[in-house]
């Protein structure tokens, strides 16, 4: 057997005490160890965005983050933005301007617009587009995913 | 958005925006793909590829990588003597596992199953293969050479669903199939010509980048064999694991979660056979889950090479037409020979062509196969063709759009003989494109504007069934076996069924795409789903209204007080009773339901092939940096005449994002061989589309109710990517004076072009 290591990750509020195995990465271990698929894997190359987690309010692709990297740190997931069972307004924004298709970039694109509107929570159409180059989708052509970001801003920039 | 047309008034909640239903799922992490599915027992595969794009397999050498500690079983081909190797529905030319020789490199040559992903990647390393390579072709015209290697050495069979009536004998060993397109007098027509336009393009081959790599779980039980994969085509993989495995079809379950893309990548059968022969030989249930770059080598779209000469007269009407396609399928046939009619077909364009000759071929090169790939045909076709359009307007000295009145088909008018004449206002559905991007206003100075459009023959075939039951609450669940890959079927036959039964979308269940549990639909593509099996469901319930009716007359008036059907129930001497109600009546319970059923064949209002049109058109304003060769697209404008949007919302999402698919491939999307072995088969190399990419857009759904689905409803979604190319193109023209026929436009491309353009005019003087 390989060897494996201990660590503490708090994962949407939650303490998750874990044994793994020191190769192994953020997205696996969310995924494979504690059954949060909502993270997705698509490129796995820190490219395409669709593993994004937010890490102690940053933003990174939990496809190439070693998970110990994590220990101790505060990880959020897509299964973290609802609270009680309500959507964030991002989330409701996302469903009121069909700002996905197939969905699969979507819990990316959540979480690198949860970590935008966070860090600008008014932002310009411009530093939508801009904080959102590195997730990629192939479905919707970005315009509903920009328009609904600043839906959730509350800019009410509308496309015409 | 910008809506135009009238259609039938369609019962709610059909013709709104409802909110997507799987939105909750999707946005809260909670919607299941192949890629989350775990069974208890599961054993992880990994694929050992060839490196070789054309090359005799001596022997595998297995023993290592099965004495590896964590290893369930090694498998190649001589391992499967029980098993159908070579399956294909047009032509079956592809062995799920390499025998004997591989045609590209990537290609699958031994399968390892391991109790872990990395174990079962660890052992790849142990087996040791001997390979003879062969002399390769990446090139369709070196292909054809008389002299060429032959990659299939014996002709695969031709198999049920080719979909592709005419097609002529192979000329060469290396064509997989020909189709040829052939009206008029077209020696006479170019004779009488004014001006002939002539012109060789050529269309990249693409990925398409479906987010969700290939991933499939297979499990066997008592001989039956159970697969969740993520594909578009549930029955069409059935088919080939019952032809691999020699099984009935009713021992076959393909179940299809949520699908993360497809866009004609995850059409028909990938690598379904091979993780189900790995699970057969593991004896354990088996996850197979490709990378991006894995995917890569899987499927991709033909390469076109079209060379095109187009007779005008000189008052701009188009006399006559030749062309021959050569696409690069690839080492497999796939559905190329489908694409290759499709190219045929699509060539003619919307345009009232009197004479027309065009052989399409799919020709087998040493790379990776292609495949359906959105549009397919029509992009490689529509970019030929719409160029040679504004050529020839620039030469008669036309407007372009002038041109295009003159030529384009009149509604109801066969474009070829045999075929369903346009179901569209084409000429109406350009003015529109052109009235968005403020065509009579002259362009700032070093912009171009272009107006395209494409009629492409979409449906696929009319082969589709429906079941919707009431339930003694008067609930529904319609079971329905189209796929939900993103386009919104879920949520679009969904608000179809309760319009249909005048339930609330709430109290309505959509079940979809698993064939032990949901009856037959052949396929989702072709910008099928919501015309077809719309139709489908819109039959089953009045199907079961019909004996609802009939229940009510017998339980609840059988001596003979008038039952007469409502929207929602029925009223007996003025009394109102639910569907639910009746149900419960007819039973003498608590209890029962009614089931209600649809078929769709090639009969009635889906006689006539294709069941409808997709028209799409696009119009481009474009100026070019003349020092960087950048191309600049000031704004797009999307057409999508799609007879009845059931949620308009979702229409045009599909047709922004078909548009901005259309953009990658123009500008920037090309896989590239060298030596053999594609060079930029990543997304790091492989530029996709970003979300800076994206210029003004503007869509346009037009709904004048002239489609065979419900309320005239039509398909979309492929009609916006279809003419992006040309639009470009042509716009380019007009903003620089350049003609681009090869795509993608790159900035080199371009800059060439540029240069090549002022050599031009110092040698003019």
Redesign the interface.
């Known amino acids: 057997m390989h060897d494996t290591i201990e660590l503490v990750l708090d994962v949407n509020g939650r303490s998750r005490p874990l044994r793994i195995e020191p190769?192994e990465t953020l997205a696996e271990v969310l995924?494979d160890r504690l059954g949060?698929?909502?993270?997705?894997?698509?490129?796995?190359?820190q490219?395409?965005g669709?593993c994004t987690v937010l890490v102690d309010d940053l933003a990174v692709s939990a496809c190439t983050y070693l998970a110990a990297d994590a220990d101790g740190r505060r990880v959020r997931?897509?299964?973290g933005?609802?609270r009680d069972g309500e959507?964030s307004p991002l989330?409701q924004a996302?469903?009121?301007r069909?700002a996905?298709?197939?969905?699969?970039?979507?819990?990316g694109m959540?979480m690198a617009g949860t970590a935008l509107l966070e860090e600008t929570p008014k932002p310009t159409r411009d530093q939508?587009?801009?904080g959102?180059?590195g997730?990629?989708?192939?479905?919707?052509?970005?315009?509903?995913?920009?328009d609904a970001v600043l839906q959730a801003a509350g800019a009410g920039e509308e496309?015409? | 958005m910008r809506r135009v047309g009238t259609h039938d008034a369609a019962p709610s909640p059909i013709g709104e925006s409802v909110?997507?239903r799987?939105?909750?799922?999707?946005?809260?992490?909670?919607?299941?793909?192949a890629?989350?599915v775990v069974l208890p027992g599961l054993a992880h595969a990994k694929i050992l590829r060839s490196p070789y794009p054309h090359a005799r397999i001596r022997s595998i050498d297995k023993t290592a990588a099965r004495a590896h500690p964590g290893v369930i079983a090694v498998v190649a081909a001589d391992d499967l003597a029980d098993v159908e190797l070579v399956y294909g529905h047009a032509l079956a030319d592809h062995p799920l596992i390499a025998v004997d020789k591989v045609r590209f490199a990537g290609e699958p040559i031994v399968g390892i199953v391991a109790e872990d992903a990395?174990t079962a990647e660890e052992a790849l390393a142990l087996v040791d293969v001997a390979y003879e390579p062969l002399p390769y072709l990446t090139d369709v015209r070196e292909a054809l050479a008389a002299d060429a290697p032959v990659i299939h050495e014996k002709p695969g069979e031709q198999r049920a669903h080719r979909g592709f009536e005419e097609d002529i004998e192979r000329t060469h060993p290396n064509v997989c199939s020909t189709s040829r397109q052939q009206w008029g007098d077209v020696d006479a027509a170019f004779a009488a010509a004014d001006l002939v336009v002539e012109g060789e393009f050529r269309y990249p081959r693409c990925y398409?980048?479906?987010?969700?790599?290939y991933t499939t779980v297979a499990s066997w039980s008592e001989g039956r064999l159970t697969v969740w994969t993520s594909c578009q085509h549930p029955y069409m993989v059935r088919d080939d694991l019952a032809h691999c495995f020699r099984l009935p079809l009713s021992a076959v379950r393909v179940v299809v979660p949520?699908?993360?893309?497809?866009?004609g990548s995850k059409s028909y059968t990938k690598i379904e056979p091979l993780t189900s022969a790995l699970a057969l030989r593991a004896g354990r249930p088996v996850r197979l889950a490709l990378?991006?770059e894995e995917a890569i080598l899987t499927t991709r779209g033909d390469a076109a090479d079209i060379r095109i000469a187009s007779a005008f007269d000189r008052e701009g009407h188009l006399l006559g037409r030749r062309a021959e396609v050569l696409l690069d399928t690839g080492g497999y046939a796939e559905n190329s020979p489908l694409v290759a009619r499709k190219a045929a077909n699509r060539l003619g364009g919307p345009y009232r062509i009197p004479a027309l000759d065009v052989r399409s071929s799919a020709v087998y090169t040493n790379t990776a196969p292609a495949s359906s790939f959105r549009g397919f045909g029509a992009p490689q076709a529509v970019f030929a063709g719409e160029s040679q359009m504004d050529e020839a307007a620039e030469r008669l000295g036309l407007d372009p759009l002038e041109l295009r009145r003159r030529n384009v088909l009149r509604r109801g008018e066969r474009g070829w003989p045999k075929v369903r004449g346009i179901d569209a206002d084409v000429g109406a559905d350009i003015e529109l494109a052109a009235e968005e991007l403020d065509w009579s206003a002259t362009a700032e100075a070093g912009h171009g504007k272009a107006v395209c459009v494409s009629a492409s023959d979409a449906g696929s075939e009319p082969v589709t069934t429906a079941v919707l039951r009431v339930h003694a609450d008067g609930s529904v669940t319609v079971m329905a076996g189209s796929t939900e890959?993103?386009?919104?079927s879920s949520t679009v036959l969904a608000q179809i069924a309760a319009g249909e039964m005048s339930v609330p979308l709430e109290r309505v269940n959509l079940v979809q795409s698993d064939t032990a549990n949901v009856s037959y639909d052949r396929s989702t593509g072709a910008s099928r789903t919501t015309t077809l099996m719309g139709l489908a469901i819109q039959r089953a319930a009045q199907d079961a209204r019909a004996q609802l009716v009939r229940w009510a007359e017998e339980s609840l008036a059988p001596d003979g007080p008038t039952v007469i059907e409502e929207a929602d129930g029925v009223s007996i001497g003025g009394r109102h009773h639910d569907w639910g109600s009746l149900v419960r009546a007819w039973f003498g319970g608590a209890s029962g339901e009614v089931v209600g059923r649809g078929y769709l064949r090639r009969s009635g209002a889906t006689e006539e092939m294709p069941p409808f049109w997709e028209v799409g058109c696009v119009g481009v304003e474009a100026s070019v940096d003349e020092e960087t060769g950048e191309i600049h697209l000031e704004r797009l404008v999307t057409v999508g005449d799609v007879g009845a949007a059931i949620n308009p919302?979702?229409v045009?999402?599909?047709d922004?994002?078909?548009?901005?698919?259309g953009l990658g491939m123009a500008m920037r999307e090309e896989l590239v061989y060298e030596d053999g072995n594609l060079i930029n088969g990543?997304?790091?190399d492989y530029r996709?589309?970003?979300?800076?990419d994206?210029p003004p857009?503007?869509t346009v759904l037009v709904e004048r109710g002239d489609g065979v689905g419900t309320y005239g409803a039509k398909g979309g979604g492929e009609g916006s990517l279809n003419p992006v190319a040309p639009a470009i193109a042509n716009a380019v023209y007009r903003a620089a004076g350049i003609r681009l026929r090869e795509a993608p436009f790159t900035p080199e491309r371009v800059w060439r072009a540029l240069q090549a353009r002022d050599a031009g005019r110092k040698a003019a003087g």
């Open positions: 190769r995924r949060l698929t909502g993270t997705k894997i698509s490129c796995d190359a490219v395409c669709a997931t897509v299964e933005l609802a959507l989330q996302f469903i009121d069909a996905f298709q197939c969905g699969f970039c979507t819990s959540l939508v587009v801009h959102l180059e997730n990629l989708c192939r479905c919707t052509g970005y315009a509903p995913i920009v496309r015409s | 909110p997507r799987d939105g909750v799922a999707k946005v809260t992490g909670a919607a299941t793909y890629t989350d990395v398409a980048y479906a987010m969700e790599p949520y699908v993360g893309g497809g866009y990378s991006v890959i993103g386009q919104g919302q979702l045009e999402s599909q922004i994002g078909a548009a901005v698919m990543n997304l790091f996709v589309p970003r979300a800076a994206i857009l503007r």
